[in-house]
């Protein structure tokens, strides 16, 4: 009897992990390109939250030309009012934009992390209901390990994944529209169609399980 029930529980258990594998490798292959691709955007805007060098040159440059101008002066120290330039605040655009992909590669670097311990509990989970034991501790291990994984909904973080990586990508192209309506209005209304249009689509895949039961079309969200 004991033998029977391993037998299935192997296979059951066999096809479990090579499951959760297959979905964390994939998992870590698109966060690793995404995350690149999102680093090199942060790269780029993060420049609009720092003072600029050459504005804060270009204000001592003009002072200094204003005060060699005026041949009726005095003085030709510069006055302390103007002696430091005004404090330097972000726009408000760059702000957003530089919070909706730090937040992106933050979500998406925590998937990798997380698709990686999922590897490590589908091994562990591997070697401790196979190790060498006799049969009846062996299926009294592999029910206890089974329970505590229905119980702890680990199923639920599996399928949590794919959700925070497309998480991530929203908040991506949230950032990009936004990041392109300060640059090109041309440039932005063309990213904005496709992103509309994308939108859309995942709008329908998401629903349409509830409008067609027979549909194969699914979204983690």
Partial sequence: LFSIYLERADEEDKMMAESWKADADGILVFTGLFSAAVATFI???IQDLKQNSQDTSA???QTIYQV???VNRSQTSIPSALS???PFSPPTSAVWVNSLWFLSFSVSLTCALLATLLQRWAR???QVTRHRRS???RARIRAFFSE???KLHLPWAVEALPTLLHVALFLFFMGLVLFLYNINHTVFTVVISWVGTCACMYACITFMPIVRHDSPYYAPL
């Fill in 43 to 45: 790269g780029v805007s």
């Fill in 59 to 61: 204000f001592y440059l």
């Fill in 68 to 70: 060699l101008a005026d």
């Fill in 84 to 86: 430091t330039p005004p």
């Fill in 124 to 126: 562990r989970y591997l």
């Fill in 135 to 137: 049969l009846h501790k």
């Fill in 148 to 150: 505590g994984i229905n």
